[in-house]
């Protein structure tokens, strides 16, 4: 069974940061591309960033440059680094393993306010 558990979200001012994790088990975790996902709310859940199995990383425009997205094949776990947070980057942050259906994690809330 397929399992990933976000962490590390909480409550930020505008221009902090905060690192998610994202732990992943019940697959071979070296062979998938890894994503994180957004949703804010009222809004439909966005594609942030994905890492490929060989570590190559891409990213939504608004976040380029502020975010870094990594990965650790030993431990498992998909990791989002997030610098200069502003407050549209409020929202449930998710993680996915290689488009599968099966493997969402139920989040991690960030909330980015003065």
């Known amino acids: 069974q397929v399992q990933l558990v976000e962490s590390g979200g909480g409550r930020v001012q505008p221009g902090g940061s905060l690192r998610l994790s994202c732990e992943v088990s019940?697959?071979?975790?070296?062979?998938?591309?890894m994503a994180w996902h957004r949703q804010a709310p009222g809004k439909q859940r966005e594609w942030v960033a994905f890492?490929?199995?060989?570590?190559?990383?891409e990213y939504t425009t608004s976040v380029k440059g502020r975010f870094t997205i990594s990965r650790d094949n030993g431990k498992s776990t998909v990791f989002l680094e997030m610098n200069s947070l502003k407050p549209e980057d409020t929202a449930l942050y998710t993680c996915?393993?290689?488009?599968?259906?099966?493997?969402w994690g139920p989040g991690t809330q960030v909330t980015v306010s003065s």
């Open positions: 996915n393993a290689g488009g599968r259906d099966d493997a």
């Open positions: 019940g697959i071979e975790f070296n062979i998938y591309q």
């Open positions: 890492i490929t199995s060989d570590g190559r990383a």
